[in-house]
């Protein structure tokens, strides 16, 4: 698994064209492939397609450097409470060879893997801190995201773990905050809804613990951007490039007259599917599209009548 090491989460995110210099286009699309270095990955200007993701590993996060000056030993991450440091006994009931132990060996490395991991935390502090980053793994794994996205949210899980963000709440609500304040801050598709449906705290906990993290770290965190839900689903409907490009020209209209701001990113990106659907001449209904957005029919022609006053001249 490729690391990457987690670094300021309001740096602005630089986009190199060097791909498009050299030529590289995407097999989806056709389209100039970008190298985005803050989300360590290679994606498609025109459709989003992530084509691949680099290596993005700091030396400096590594161990003592040897005597020809290069750095050696595993790199640190601040996904652990030790930063991964500390040494693990494994599962494995086997010796160096591969052998089976025999039960009085089993019966010894079992005891010694038992308090191993009672050290692993010396106090309460560092033990919730464990705990924490454990569920902030955890809500990735299941969330599907990115290993810098993982990164970033143990960072800032750090930082208000410092800042006594969780007392008074659980820590899975802020473990669950500080995900999707990371998923947020990377300028990554993504609601409240599908955090909420895995998190183990109901979604009003883990949007106060949001809002009290943003709140106490200074975080800067734009609204949502309803653009970065286009691909999706217009790759769940595999609707053309034509009606992708055109949804998103809709979408930008919108974002200029500050439509976009407190309305759900998918439903107004689902609107401007439909909207770019209809003028492009692709047979695609509301209810297909509200099932590829996970929003009703009725939000989408909400917002479609809503917006096409500001979208005429787009039509």
Request: with cysteine; proline share 3%.
């Amino acid at each position: 698994m490729t690391t990457h090491t987690a670094t300021s989460t309001t740096e602005s995110t630089r986009t190199t064209d060097t791909d498009q210099r050299r030529g590289r286009t995407c097999e989806e699309c056709g389209g100039p492939l970008l190298t985005d270095d803050r989300r360590g990955e290679v994606v498609c200007r025109d459709c989003g397609l992530v084509a691949e993701e680099t290596v993005l590993v700091d030396d400096r996060t590594r161990g003592d450097d040897d005597e020809g000056g290069r750095s050696v030993g595993a790199a640190t991450t601040p996904r652990y409470h030790d930063r991964g440091l500390a040494t693990v006994i494994g599962e494995a009931d086997r010796d160096a060879l591969g052998n089976t132990l025999s039960d009085r060996k089993r019966s010894q490395v079992r005891r010694l893997r038992t308090w191993n991991s009672r050290c692993l935390a010396k106090d309460g502090r560092e033990r919730s801190l464990q705990f924490g980053l454990s569920e902030v793994d955890r809500m990735a794994s299941a969330l599907d995201r990115s290993e810098p996205v993982c990164e970033t949210a143990s960072v800032l899980f750090r930082r208000a773990h410092e800042a006594g963000v969780q007392r008074g709440r659980s820590l899975e609500a802020t473990a669950t905050a500080a995900l999707y304040a990371a998923t947020r801050s990377l300028e990554l598709p993504t609601t409240l809804d599908d955090v909420a449906e895995r998190s183990r705290v109901d979604r009003t906990s883990f949007v106060r613990a949001y809002r009290e993290l943003v709140r106490e770290l200074s975080l800067a965190v734009g609204p949502p951007d309803p653009t970065d839900h286009v691909a999706g689903i217009a790759s769940d409907l595999d609707a053309p490039q034509a009606v992708r490009r055109r949804a998103r020209d809709l979408l930008e209209t919108a974002k200029e007259s500050e439509y976009h701001v407190g309305k759900h990113p998918s439903g107004l990106a689902a609107a401007a599917v439909y909207a770019a659907a209809l003028v492009e001449g692709v047979d695609l209904t509301q209810a297909e599209i509200g099932d590829a957005a996970d929003v009703s029919a009725v939000t989408i022609r909400n917002h479609y009548s809503e917006m096409l006053d500001e979208w005429r001249s787009e039509l």
